[in-house]
């Protein structure tokens, strides 16, 4: 791009930025405070935590299509690749000894970790969604350290565990429905119904997760054929 | 200036930065690193002035929480088409944009 649009297009996004700017200075007093909300009906919620009580139980909503959006990218990127799960792609090159020995070692203490952090988000901060992310760098270790055979699980199997959280999820969102409203948990049963949820969640969550990265297209892989 | 919003202007800066980036880079990979960054902006605004006044919001940390999640897999998406653009064309920019075409 040529000197003058490049200024240009500088010059505009420097505009928005100073009216962003001009318009966060000068915001009103929010009118409702949704912190305070979340406060005061935390007891019914099931868990102490209040971001986890948000994210899994006032608005679960979110949470449930932004699992259904994660299953769509890996399909997406399923498409774009041309796999099918279970054949990942060819590692490069030989992994070092030391990398094998140093995966042995660390991908226990991080299953170890993602339990933890599960269990931990029902009090303080944790939860499903930092533990799959940790289960996931797992995954990922242990294939680049050559550990982890390529076609290692079977297709079903596989596609099996993808979707097992997002259907735990719906099911048990959905069977309050008779009483006429989605989410609804009995505020007894709440804990534990918050609990199954996210082990589902962090089981799939780590195996899309893991599949967003092992699933990328090969480089120049579609000459072969 | 409390810090929230010191971190919602912050975002602010983010975000113009990469909008502009978006825009102005040419290849691919640097295009979806800027539109992190301007994610990574819009986040920060978030949670930065739900905080400007002292008090924490669960609820717009929760939803910076699942933007975050969604960001990597639309992140992941698109690196996944850019390698099929380079499996096709040769080259991780949109063919347009080089000169004389």
Redesign the interface.
């Given at each position: 791009?040529k000197l003058l649009p490049?200024l240009g297009?500088?010059a505009v996004?420097?505009v928005?930025?100073a009216v962003?700017?001009h318009a966060?200075?000068n915001?009103p007093e929010p009118a409702v405070?949704?912190?305070?909300a979340?406060d005061k009906a935390l007891g019914q919620s099931g868990v102490s935590h209040?971001?986890t009580?948000?994210?899994l139980n006032?608005?679960g909503y979110?949470?449930l299509l932004?699992t259904a959006?994660?299953l769509?990218?890996?399909i997406?990127?399923l498409t774009?690749?041309g796999q099918v799960p279970g054949s990942m792609r060819r590692l490069p090159s030989t992994p070092h000894a030391f990398l094998q020995s140093l995966a042995r070692l660390v991908s226990p203490l991080m299953v170890l970790a993602a339990g933890y952090l599960l269990w931990a988000g029902s009090h303080r901060p944790g939860g499903a969604?930092q533990a799959a992310a940790v289960l996931a760098a797992g995954i990922i270790l242990l294939y680049l350290a050559g550990l982890l055979p390529a076609n290692a699980a079977s297709t079903s199997s596989l596609r099996a565990g993808l979707l097992a959280g997002f259907l735990i999820f719906l099911a048990l969102a959905a069977a309050p429905l008779r009483n006429g409203a989605l989410l609804q948990y009995p505020v007894e049963m709440a804990g534990a119904l918050i609990l199954l949820i996210e082990s589902g969640l962090t089981l799939s969550?780590a195996l899309t997760?893991a599949g967003?990265?092992l699933?990328?297209?090969d480089?120049?892989?579609?000459?072969d054929d | 200036m409390t810090p929230g919003l010191l971190f919602a202007l912050t975002g602010i800066a983010l975000f113009a930065c990469g909008a502009a980036g978006v825009i102005l880079a040419p290849h691919l990979l640097r295009k979806i690193i800027s539109f992190n960054v301007m994610g990574s902006g819009a986040f920060l605004v978030l949670v930065g002035l739900a905080q400007r006044d002292g008090g924490v919001d669960a609820v717009s940390q929760a939803m910076v929480l699942t933007g975050i999640v969604v960001s990597i897999a639309a992140t992941a998406l698109a690196l996944a088409l850019a390698r099929r653009l380079l499996n096709q064309c040769g080259e991780m920019r949109f063919p347009a944009e080089t000169p004389d075409d």
């Open positions: 791009m490049r297009v500088t996004f420097a928005l930025a962003l700017v966060v200075l915001l405070r949704l912190g305070g979340v209040p971001v009580a948000v994210l006032f608005r979110d949470t932004e959006v994660l769509l990218a890996l997406g990127v774009a690749s969604f969550l997760l967003l990265f699933c990328l297209p480089e120049f892989e579609e000459e | -």
